[in-house]
């Protein structure tokens, strides 16, 4: 098996071998799903290249809330299909493929004073038909225990920051929630790439058509020609850039970073819903860090910015003031160290005149007019199943000889179970993030902080060049640690991502 390891090194090898390769499967777009397309073509002995235009999970799939839905969601409105795709998903992914990335979340719903018996009623139907869609996917109760209705006291313990005084009781359920959805990307890729596939960063599109594309070096501007028997379009809210028949309606999701101090240390999800809205909630996450996520908005987009999507002064404060009633002590404007926003990448089937709420969250696998075949819609959750569809249809396309899909039960790079990843020499922050390869990544480089009050170190940043394809200080800050969701720590940490660019990228640009 090839090495996992991404770098500079191996980006140049492999960029040096595209013009002449013949491929059986090219991918364009480095997101969960186009990751998740290279994992599977690779795993069953297609020869892969992915290529990026920016860096692995630049675009929406580093801006999810890092929940791992069972589907509740969708089978309240009706999608029984996807919800049981989620649910099922979600187990693979606790139990099989990323157990050191992904985890059971317990999650509590208060009952506020604006919440009706009969909504409550409601809620409490809901979680039962999700703890029936866990069990119809094969998922255990010990991993994902039964909901159950809670008093006051268990609510105080479980939530210590919500005022359990002015409330009567509530409801606990669990769900799955990724320690970091960026790293989940990363993870996907580097599985790919110690099976055979190239993972190319920093190398755009200009053009593709049935027989292969046009690429681009964008860190040279060198330009060359590269063929494939099948050409994958798994570029998210852009797919239309390239599949111009795709029709989309991106909506918006907004998120906030506030201190977990401030929701009493949170340990468990905080859910809460809209008065007055069907199947609507905000919620509070624990996030790791001494950080905490507040989300999520659902606002239809005209357009897809160029930059990252920047949050609404009204998305903002409908979050805050949507924990009104529930929280010891209201949250503040001030008590948001930062926020992001990401695009979902929805399907627009007509007749939605209004939002984008209740657009369907399915996707397809569709063949244009020019025979390029493009992977669109559903969800982080769902990427695997995305990817393997899109698989299966390269396959019809392009007549190749591949073997049946894998992935379910492939484990990701660093993936162990509970009881193995207990055991590894390292602290619990490193193995929560890195799993099995916690240890590798202590012996990198120096354990100290990389700025005053942020947790990363210098070992992880000398692993993010080394390991996980970083290349510049934005990779290092933004996707392979999540410093820059908070832009004190950022500027903090700006200087030391610089210095270990300029000590380990030439290094290993070398090896």
């Not at 839905?69 to 089978?75: A, E, K, Q, S, V």
């Not at 979600?90 to 009969?118: E, K, M, Q, Y």
């Not at 509070?284 to 949050?311: F, Q, S």
């Amino acid at each position: 098996m090839t090495t996992t390891s991404l770098n500079a090194a191996r980006r140049a090898v492999d960029l040096d071998a595209l013009p002449s390769a013949l491929l059986d499967v090219l991918v364009v777009g480095g997101g969960i799903v186009g990751t998740g397309t290279a994992l599977d073509a690779a795993s069953r002995g297609l020869s892969v290249a992915l290529v990026e235009r920016g860096d692995l999970a630049q675009g929406t799939s580093r801006w999810s809330s890092k929940l791992i839905h069972g589907g509740l969601r969708y089978l309240a409105s009706g999608d029984v299909g996807v919800a049981y795709e989620s649910a099922v998903e979600r187990g693979i992914l606790l139990r099989h493929t990323a157990p050191h990335l992904v985890r059971a979340l317990p999650s509590v719903i208060p009952f506020g004073p604006d919440l009706g018996h009969r909504q409550a009623a409601i809620l409490w139907a809901g979680l039962q038909a999700g703890d029936a869609l866990r069990m119809a996917a094969g998922t255990p109760r010990s991993l994902l225990p039964r909901p159950r209705r809670i008093g006051r006291a268990e609510l105080r313990r479980l939530a210590p920051g919500v005022d359990a005084d002015g409330l009567r009781g509530g409801l606990l359920a669990w769900d799955g929630q990724a320690v970091d959805d960026a790293r989940l990307v990363v993870a996907v890729a580097r599985t790919a790439a110690g099976i055979g596939a190239r993972i190319l960063t920093r190398c755009a599109a200009v053009r593709v058509h049935a027989d292969g594309a046009r690429l681009r070096d964008e860190r040279t501007g060198a330009e060359f020609d590269v063929r494939a028997r099948v050409v994958v379009n798994a570029t998210g809210v852009w797919a239309d850039q390239l599949a111009p028949g795709i029709a989309l309606r991106p909506s918006r999701g907004t998120h906030l970073v506030v201190p977990a101090a401030r929701l009493g240390g949170l340990a468990t999800g905080i859910t809460v819903p809209v008065p007055g809205a069907q199947n609507r909630f905000v919620f509070a996450l624990p996030a790791g860090d001494g950080r905490a996520y507040l989300g999520i908005t659902d606002e239809p987009v005209d357009a897809v910015p160029e930059g990252d999507p920047v949050p609404a002064d009204a998305e903002i404060e409908a979050l805050l003031r949507g924990f009104d009633g529930v929280l010891r002590t209201p949250l503040h404007r001030d008590d948001v160290l930062g926020s992001f926003a990401g695009l979902r990448p929805l399907l627009d089937g007509g007749g939605h005149s209004g939002g984008t709420a209740d657009l369907s969250r399915r996707h397809v696998v569709r063949t244009g007019d020019d025979g390029v075949l493009t992977v669109v819609g559903g969800k982080f959750t769902t990427y695997r199943r995305m990817a393997a569809d899109a698989v299966d249809a390269a396959v019809v396309a392009g007549g190749l000889p591949a073997r049946s899909c894998v992935t379910a039960r492939l484990p990701l790079v660093g993936a162990a179970s509970p009881a193995r990843l207990a055991e590894v020499a390292a602290p619990a922050r490193l193995v929560a993030r890195y799993g099995m390869e916690a240890t590798p990544v202590l012996a990198g480089g120096a354990d100290s902080p990389v700025a005053p009050g942020v947790a990363v170190t210098e070992a992880e940043f000398a692993f993010a060049v080394r390991h996980e394809g970083a290349l510049d200080v934005d990779d290092l800050l933004d996707r392979r640690t999540r410093i820059g969701l908070v832009r004190s720590d950022r500027t903090a940490a700006l200087p030391a991502a610089e210095r270990a660019l300029a000590k380990f990228l030439a290094k290993f640009s070398e090896e």
